[in-house]
């Protein structure tokens, strides 16, 4: 197996993707316990679902994992991580810590005693001040009803891509906490998916949060295709995946997702700093 370096300690060792990976797959086997117990269907998201469906696991060179989850189970997980999250994790949200950018995913589930600095400065975490803050981290994505209407909503679209320059700078080059643009910006996802619903869209896809794979929604999934999920071999253990992940991966990566890309694409792509 070939091997991907992300650091090379003072002393000549080296920390693998591999090693980071041992750590994620004790949090995601320690979540998918946590989800059954509370009963919280999600599924493993984006390229964590490719490595199960392609590699039965991580891809190789990949350094990180993701899960996602409805929103209409949203309140109720972080309900659940406040009395029920083991005591080695931490979980950070802007519903819980109002430091928390909400340009990033939903939610980070961290792994207490490691340190992980991402590469995107200007997404960077800015939870200090607590046990465990800056671990190794799994993503935890929201989805909800998304509309196929391009028209639909489309004020909250243009609305939430002025806020996401406001809070870039203000977050990144003044150092303010601008609170008031990150409760707007989440109260307008809530608003589009409303209308979305008024329209009965059996459409679902990642909130309108997530601004980042283009102005109208790149990925949209009948429920029907991430529910009820299926456990499939990952690593040593079952993990969940949407219930048609061929469906789910061909509108993430393409028709010919089971190919990997060639040798200079496999590396890894998030991690700046990182201590185990």
């Given at each position: 197996?070939?091997?991907?370096?992300?650091?090379?300690n003072?002393d000549?060792t080296?920390?693998?993707?591999?090693?980071?990976q041992?750590?994620l797959?004790?949090?995601?086997?320690?979540?998918d316990?946590?989800?059954?117990?509370?009963?919280?269907?999600?599924?493993?998201?984006?390229?964590?679902?490719?490595?199960?469906?392609r590699?039965?696991?991580?891809?190789?060179?990949d350094?990180?994992?993701?899960?996602?989850?409805?929103?209409?189970?949203?309140?109720?997980?972080l309900?659940?991580?406040?009395?029920?999250?083991?005591e080695?994790?931490?979980?950070q949200?802007?519903?819980?810590?109002?430091?928390?950018?909400v340009?990033?995913?939903?939610?980070?589930?961290?792994?207490?005693?490691?340190?992980?600095?991402?590469?995107?400065?200007?997404?960077?975490?800015?939870?200090?001040?607590y046990?465990?803050?800056d671990?190794?981290?799994v993503?935890?994505?929201?989805?909800?009803?998304?509309?196929?209407n391009?028209?639909t909503?489309?004020?909250?679209?243009?609305?939430?891509?002025?806020?996401?320059a406001?809070?870039?700078?203000?977050?990144?080059?003044?150092?303010i906490n601008?609170v008031?643009?990150?409760?707007?910006?989440?109260k307008?996802?809530?608003?589009?998916s409303?209308?979305?619903?008024?329209?009965?869209?059996e459409?679902?896809?990642?909130?309108?949060?997530?601004?980042?794979?283009g102005?109208?929604p790149p990925?949209?999934?009948?429920?029907?295709e991430?529910?009820p999920?299926?456990?499939?071999k990952?690593?040593?253990t079952?993990?969940?995946v949407?219930?048609?992940?061929?469906?789910?991966?061909?509108?993430?990566y393409?028709?010919?997702?089971m190919?990997e890309?060639?040798?200079?694409?496999?590396?890894?792509?998030?991690?700046?700093?990182i201590?185990?």
């Amino acid at each position: 197996m070939e091997t991907y370096e992300i650091k090379k300690n003072p002393d000549g060792t080296q920390i693998t993707v591999r090693d980071v990976q041992e750590y994620l797959l004790q949090m995601l086997k320690d979540i998918d316990a946590f989800m059954r117990r509370n009963n919280i269907p999600y599924f493993l998201d984006s390229g964590t679902a490719l490595g199960a469906i392609r590699h039965r696991g991580f891809i190789p060179w990949d350094d990180d994992a993701d899960i996602g989850i409805m929103k209409e189970d949203y309140e109720r997980f972080l309900e659940a991580m406040e009395r029920d999250l083991p005591e080695h994790y931490v979980f950070q949200c802007f519903e819980r810590d109002k430091r928390y950018n909400v340009l990033i995913p939903a939610v980070k589930i961290r792994m207490k005693g490691t340190y992980l600095l991402e590469k995107n400065f200007l997404l960077s975490n800015r939870c200090q001040g607590y046990d465990g803050c800056d671990g190794v981290f799994v993503d935890v994505f929201v989805y909800d009803t998304v509309s196929l209407n391009r028209s639909t909503g489309l004020q909250y679209r243009l609305c939430n891509y002025a806020l996401t320059a406001g809070e870039l700078i203000m977050d990144n080059l003044l150092h303010i906490n601008p609170v008031l643009i990150k409760k707007q910006f989440l109260k307008n996802a809530e608003k589009y998916s409303e209308l979305a619903r008024k329209e009965k869209s059996e459409y679902v896809g990642l909130d309108l949060t997530w601004v980042w794979n283009g102005f109208y929604p790149p990925y949209h999934y009948k429920k029907s295709e991430l529910f009820p999920t299926r456990y499939v071999k990952f690593e040593d253990t079952y993990l969940p995946v949407p219930s048609n992940t061929d469906a789910y991966l061909r509108r993430c990566y393409g028709d010919d997702y089971m190919q990997e890309p060639p040798a200079g694409m496999k590396y890894a792509k998030h991690i700046e700093e990182i201590r185990l």
